[in-house]
């Protein structure tokens, strides 16, 4: 495993996804732990783009649970009808919030973070497993780069968990 992220501080964001992509990849590539991996997706992401709050939703019966983040202490549930959260939950599309004080039913973890974007991430049925949701402390923080930049990284656990579903799988064929 590299032992450092290499991105340059001052490009554009732009820049830093293009970098840092292939070295969230090699870094989820040989462990198979989720937990794991998502904590050091969002330990890279908070590091190499300076966000306020980075961090997973995972859906646990019927709410969406705080997994591993980077930040503030946040929320630790939150109901399919309620928040950014919830709504990309719902409507399995990625939500960018300019102004997270004229979003209604926006749950705010933190009076500092201003704007956000959440990307639902799917199973391989098509149902939404979690959501990455980052938080900045600057209004209408997030455009399109972002979106695409975060979807690429999302595409990567979805990888991720079909992988890691596979060999707990294999590993109970193996038992029984
Ligand atoms: N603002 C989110 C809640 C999670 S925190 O931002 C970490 C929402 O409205 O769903």
Redesign the pocket.
């Known amino acids: 495993m590299a032992e450092s992220l290499k991105f340059s501080k001052s490009a554009n964001r732009q820049t830093i996804y293009e970098e840092i992509i292939p070295q969230i990849e090699a870094l989820v590539k040989n462990e198979t732990d989720l937990t794991a991996n998502l904590a050091n997706i969002a330990a890279a992401l908070k590091e190499a783009l300076g966000f306020f709050?980075v961090?997973f939703?995972l859906k646990k019966g019927n709410q969406?649970v705080?997994g591993p983040?980077q930040?503030p202490i946040?929320?630790t549930r939150?109901d399919f009808n309620?928040?950014?959260?919830?709504?990309?939950y719902r409507n399995k599309c990625t939500v960018i919030?300019p102004n997270?004080d004229e979003?209604p039913?926006?749950?705010?973890?933190?009076s500092l973070?201003k704007s956000?974007i959440?990307l639902p991430i799917f199973d391989k049925q098509g149902e939404v497993f979690g959501v990455l949701?980052v938080?900045s402390d600057k209004l209408n923080d997030f455009s399109e780069i972002d979106k695409q930049g975060l979807e690429k990284i999302v595409r990567i656990i979805e990888d991720m968990i079909e992988k890691s579903n596979q060999m707990n799988a294999d590993s109970l064929k193996a038992i029984f």
């Open positions: 709050w961090g939703y969406l705080l983040f930040g946040a929320c939150i309620k928040g950014v959260c919830g709504y990309a919030v997270v979003f039913d926006h749950i705010a973890c933190s973070s956000e959440v949701d938080d």
